[in-house]
Nanobody, 117 residues
Framework: QKQFVESGGGLVQPGGSLRLSCAAS????????IAWFRHTPGKERRTVSC???????NSPDSVKGRFTISRDNTKNIVSLQMNSLKPEDTAVYYC???????????WGQGTQVTVSS
């Protein structure tokens, strides 16, 4: 059975840190382009970070310097380290794995991140 399971969300105060992870089973992450999205009700889903098979990364200015995406192909896990969190980072975060041009083949189940004092 192929699964992509997220972990690591929660409640954190502004300025705090969280680390999100996605563990793949039944498929090899090394073959895939990985992206993290976030979604807040009433707003468009937005990409927060992505990493290619060659480990090239990219992220929007809104999180650049605060969020770091990484992949551990030996453990079949991808992670998103989020530092200096702000209330506007509050959202449900999703990891995705994509190999073709038609969109992600796999989605994590989503994990809630809430930044609040």
């Amino acid at each position: 059975q192929k699964q992509f399971v997220e972990s690591g969300g929660g409640l954190v105060q502004p300025g705090g840190s969280l680390r999100l992870s996605c563990a793949a089973s039944g498929f090899t992450l090394d073959d895939y382009f990985i992206a993290w999205f976030r979604h807040t009700p009433g707003k468009e889903r937005r990409t927060v970070s992505c990493i290619s098979r060659g480990a090239y990364t990219n992220s929007p200015d809104s999180v650049k310097g605060r969020f770091t995406i990484s992949r551990d192909n030996t453990k079949n896990i991808v992670s998103l380290q989020m530092n200096s969190l702000k209330p506007e980072d509050t959202a449900v975060y999703y990891c995705t794995a994509q190999i073709g041009p038609l969109g992600p083949e796999y989605w994590g189940q989503g994990t809630q991140v809430t930044v609040s004092s």
